[in-house]
């Protein structure tokens, strides 16, 4: 009779076990969940600890490129910041060049990115002024493709990082055969690296050196050969370049701190979520420990009786 | 179009194209172990498309300048 009652209760206990109650987690699925979510902030600290090396690596190439294009400010003027810019100096037709990066897992710096560019389209429509558009990085293709995709006209994707001049005479190639020539204006849009902790959104207009009378540039110089038309050519080609190395370098810069900050937040969220999921699983093994227990004590005293 | 004057461009270069070729002929005239040091300088990739009509075309894969902007 005893080993009836045993039987029985084990059954009953092995069904009540493998019965799910909606809603309710088992004790099994909240172990599951947490050795996951382990695992996840494994993977979040060290991919924040690849960034922090790799930031240091884009950092000393970003502080080479600062002086190597600081000549171009006194062309083409400093790069402005797009929070609250009203944009009212582009000229009528521009072509708009936003550095997006490859990778993902890098916080806002895509979206940001993307919508100052969107921003830039619907000043301009609004000002009856044209545009275009080259994008620079998959992230920023996939974005615009969605919703200004009738806008751009090339797109570079798969970059190999690190950059160099080569990769930027390389775009500033397809900025040119994409008529970069015929435009009023080139914008590059760009995220500026500030600090480990702090990036900002930028651009700078390049506009093609030509004009005749008033608007002829550079009338203090005298060119030798007079061959003015050729020199302002390779000028602007050459002042394209330089700053696109400038501002690959400063964006690549800037996704790594971003990446690195989003890792750090990611490991942080990952840990407050095991603490939870642990309370609630140290839960559930105590009420399971209770329930036996009370089993076994109405047992043994159902056995007495 | 006006004749060109400058040799790199008679040559069928822009300035960008002959800065880049005189970079890498500078680099390769280096000694080991610089030589090595900045061969990377000279190496990039990404692959390229033209849009028509906010529909991405045919990606090409670009290496060397000359492949680029077509």
């Given amino acids: 009779m005893a080993l009836r009652f045993a039987t029985q209760r084990a059954?009953?206990?092995?069904?009540?076990?493998?019965?799910?109650?909606?809603?309710?987690?088992?004790?099994?699925?909240?172990?599951?969940q947490i050795q996951a979510t382990k695992n996840i902030r494994k993977i979040t600290s060290s991919?924040?600890?690849?960034?922090?090396?790799?930031?240091?690596?884009?950092?000393g190439r970003l502080f080479k490129a600062r002086p190597f294009n600081a000549w171009t400010t006194a062309l083409c003027g400093e790069p402005?910041?797009?929070?609250?810019?009203?944009?009212?100096?582009?000229?009528?037709?521009?072509?708009?060049?936003?550095?997006s990066s490859e990778r993902g897992l890098c916080g806002g710096v895509n979206s940001f990115i993307s919508r100052n560019t969107r921003n830039i389209v619907s000043i301009l429509a609004s000002a009856g002024k044209e545009c275009d558009i080259v994008?620079?990085?998959?992230?920023?293709?996939?974005?615009?493709?969605?919703?200004?995709g009738e806008k751009i006209i090339r797109s570079t994707t798969d970059i190999e990082s690190p950059g160099t001049f080569d990769l930027a005479a390389g775009i500033t190639t397809e900025l040119v055969a994409a008529g970069a020539a015929d435009y009023d204006a080139v914008?590059?849009?760009?995220?500026?690296?500030?600090?480990?902790?702090?990036?900002?959104?930028?651009?700078?207009?390049?506009?093609?050196?030509?004009?005749?009378?008033?608007?002829?540039p550079m009338m203090e110089y005298?060119?030798?050969?007079?061959?003015?038309?050729?020199?302002?050519?390779?000028?602007?080609?050459?002042?394209?370049?330089?700053?696109?190395?400038?501002?690959?370098?400063?964006?690549?810069?800037?996704?790594?701190?971003?990446?690195m900050s989003a890792m750090e937040s990611a490991s942080k969220n990952a840990g407050e979520m095991i603490?939870?999921?642990t309370i609630k699983y140290n839960r559930a093994r105590q009420a399971r420990i209770t329930t036996e227990l009370i089993e076994i004590i109405s047992g043994a005293a159902a056995l007495e009786d | 179009m006006a004749t060109p004057t400058t040799f790199w461009r008679l040559a069928g270069m822009s300035y960008v194209q002959y800065v880049t070729r005189a970079s890498s002929a500078v680099r390769n005239a280096a000694k080991e172990?610089?030589?090595?040091?900045?061969?990377?300088?000279?190496?990039?990739?990404?692959?390229?498309?033209?849009?028509?009509?906010?529909?991405?075309?045919?990606?090409v894969e670009i290496d060397v300048l000359s492949k680029a902007g077509i």
Avoid at chain 1, 86 to 96: D, R
Avoid at chain 1, 228 to 236: A, C, F, G, R, T
């Fill in chain 2, 33 to 59: 172990p610089a030589k090595s040091k900045l061969a990377a300088n000279s190496k990039f990739s990404y692959n390229a498309s033209v849009w028509e009509g906010g529909v991405q075309g045919k990606k």
């Fill in chain 1, 47 to 59: 991919m924040k600890m690849v960034s922090a090396a790799k930031l240091k690596g884009d950092e």
């Fill in chain 1, 11 to 32: 059954a009953s206990r092995a069904i009540a076990k493998n019965m799910q109650v909606r809603g309710m987690a088992t004790e099994k699925q909240i172990f599951n």
């Fill in chain 1, 135 to 148: 994008v620079i990085g998959d992230k920023g293709r996939a974005q615009l493709g969605r919703t200004v």
């Fill in chain 1, 275 to 277: 603490d939870s999921l």
């Fill in chain 1, 187 to 216: 914008v590059l849009i760009y995220n500026s690296y500030v600090n480990p902790a702090v990036y900002k959104q930028m651009y700078k207009v390049i506009t093609p050196f030509s004009g005749e009378g008033e608007d002829e």
């Fill in chain 1, 222 to 259: 005298e060119f030798e050969p007079d061959t003015k038309s050729e020199v302002m050519k390779d000028l602007y080609e050459m002042a394209i370049t330089s700053q696109v190395f400038h501002s690959f370098m400063d964006a690549a810069a800037a996704e790594q701190s971003s990446r």
């Fill in chain 1, 80 to 99: 402005k910041l797009c929070e609250d810019a009203t944009y009212e100096e582009l000229p009528q037709k521009c072509l708009l060049v936003p550095f």
